[in-house]
């Protein structure tokens, strides 16, 4: 019996497990898949964004500039990575400059600072590659770039280190009240044969995190209030040998399409080129098609004419929890039953001050919150690469393990991926340790570091190499043993 469980360790099911750690709880943290940020958390634009776009009347723009300031705080408190670059809203006509006043007064209204609306000229002094068309801007000093997944990763690590049960490979099939609790059935989702059966949990409180699912986990237990429209978004990734391009985050003046087509650096120095916007039937279908991409490269040429996306490394797409009621879904929708569903953009920097929200509505409906005295927050990631030169020499020595070169795109080491493996939620596959570490983040996309990344997954977790996967539940790489033994000398 849990005090509370919370269904879907993206970064707002993370985001909530990481505040809730903080009292003496006992909490579940259940995820259908093997990892930690395995939905629209790790497939998304990674941008903190400064809270001019959603309208005030919305739970989106009341929540977005709080989530702005805490995304900042806890990258710092959790070593994540992370840059406050700004961003633009350009504007190619008098329309669109008239709804860059709007976007203004939404910001001024919503709480951002520094907003400045600046024409076409003052735009190209900042960013030198961007069209000769633009007639103006919006300038968000507050905006940035993060690191999605290792964001909600962290807050996760942290909750778990201070009680939290994280339960991968759990997938919610039933959902029932009880007199004071629900039971919850759980159907395993992993590859492996001895775990067939379904098993129960009971919690005195739910909490529905679970994205582009949360519709058909609310309808478990309420009525329908809600229906997620599962939106794909796709995108370019670009090696960082293009060169500076932009310096900030540039969208596009919002219209019926959304934000539209992003350009915005990463926080590896790359580029992401995206998404479009395509509402489609599966939830889970993150296939790229070239129509998609077609289309996305038309639009951001009309804001960075020289983009040459022959520099693309990847492409990619996500599935983003777009609904009817076009906002977040956060209230008590039945007794104990808390929703924090249809969570799109700006979600991922909404995350932090969605979960002190959720807190309180608890706490409102009868949750007891007591702070924990010994509670353990911090986190500190050793990154061999920001190593002063003359400092490297005498921590190899006293780790060798950082001295051996995995990932040579990354400059990502043996011992970043052992420290990754001793974690409290530990890689199981080889995108685990990649997001994990940073391996497979370069131009080669683990071309060259993928299977000593397998080697050492598996040695450290004393499994068959046979069972690690490439990503989710059932992508395993190797079928079977073709021989044994090394090769004999001539």
């Known amino acids: 019996m849990y005090d509370l469980a919370i269904i879907g360790a993206g970064v707002v099911g993370s985001a909530l497990a990481y505040t809730l750690s903080q009292y003496d709880l006992d909490i579940a943290l259940v995820e259908k898949e093997n990892d930690v940020a395995m939905g629209a958390t790790r497939a998304n634009t990674a941008i903190i964004h400064a809270g001019y776009d959603p309208a005030p009347d919305t739970l989106m723009g009341q929540l977005n500039v709080e989530g702005t300031r805490l ?52 735009v190209r002094k900042r960013e030198p590659n961007l069209s000769e068309k633009i007639v103006s801007a919006l300038w968000a000093p507050d905006a940035g770039v993060i690191n ?19 339960m991968p490979n759990s997938k919610v099939t039933g959902l029932s009240r009880h007199s004071d609790h629900y039971e919850i059935t759980l159907t395993p989702t992993d590859s492996k044969p001895v775990s067939l059966d379904s098993r129960t ?29 599962p939106t794909r978004g796709e995108y370019f990734l670009l090696d960082r040998t293009v060169g500076p391009l932009v310096e900030s ?65 990847r492409n990619f797409a996500g599935v983003r929890a777009n609904s009817t009621r076009n906002d977040f879904v956060i209230e008590m929708s039945a007794n104990g039953f808390l929703d924090l569903a249809a969570i799109k953009s700006p979600g991922l920097t909404c995350a932090p001050s969605i979960a002190r929200y959720a807190r309180d509505l608890l706490e409102q409906d009868g ?47 043996e011992g970043e991926i052992v420290a990754a493996m001793r974690r409290e939620i530990p890689p199981v596959s080889i995108d685990g340790v990649k997001r994990r570490a940073g391996t497979g983040m370069g131009r080669c996309q683990s071309g060259f570091c993928g299977p000593r990344v397998l080697e050492i997954l598996a040695r450290e977790s004393s499994r068959s190499p046979l069972s690690i996967e490439e990503d989710a539940s059932g992508s395993i790489i190797l079928t079977e043993e073709t021989k044994r033994g090394g090769c004999s000398r001539a």
């Not at 290792?150 to 778990?160: D, I, K, N, Q, Y």
């Not at 009971?202 to 997620?228: C, K, R, W």
């Not at 990463?266 to 296939?287: K, Q, V, Y």
């Open 201 to 229: 949990i009971h919690a005195h409180y739910v909490v529905n995190a679970s994205g582009v699912e949360s519709d058909l986990i609310h309808n478990m237990v309420a009525p329908p209030q809600f229906t997620v429209q």
């Open 367 to 413: 949750l007891t919150l007591n702070r924990k005295s010994d509670w353990q927050g911090g986190r500190t990631v050793v990154r061999f690469k920001e190593i002063p030169e003359e400092d490297r020499e005498a921590f190899i020595r006293d780790n060798p393990l950082y001295g051996r070169v995995i990932c040579r795109c990354e400059t990502i080491t």
């Open 148 to 166: 999605p997944w290792e964001f909600a990763l962290a807050m996760a690590e942290v909750a778990v280190r201070n009680g939290v049960a994280f």
């Open 71 to 122: 995304c900042y705080q806890l990258c710092e408190e959790l070593d994540v990575e992370h840059r406050k670059t700004g961003s633009l809203v350009v504007a190619f006509d008098e329309e669109q400059r008239a709804t860059l006043d709007v976007l203004c007064q939404y910001g001024i209204e919503n709480g951002c600072q520094g907003l400045e609306i600046i024409d076409g000229s003052e």
């Open 249 to 313: 985050v540039i969208f596009q003046c919002p219209g019926s399409y959304g934000k539209g087509v992003t350009v915005s650096p990463t926080i590896h120095d790359n580029f992401l080129i995206g998404p479009n916007s395509e509402i489609i039937e599966d939830r889970e279908d993150t296939a790229v098609t070239k129509k998609a991409l077609d289309e996305i490269e038309s639009l951001a040429k009309q804001m960075l004419p020289t983009l040459d996306v022959r520099a693309s490394i």
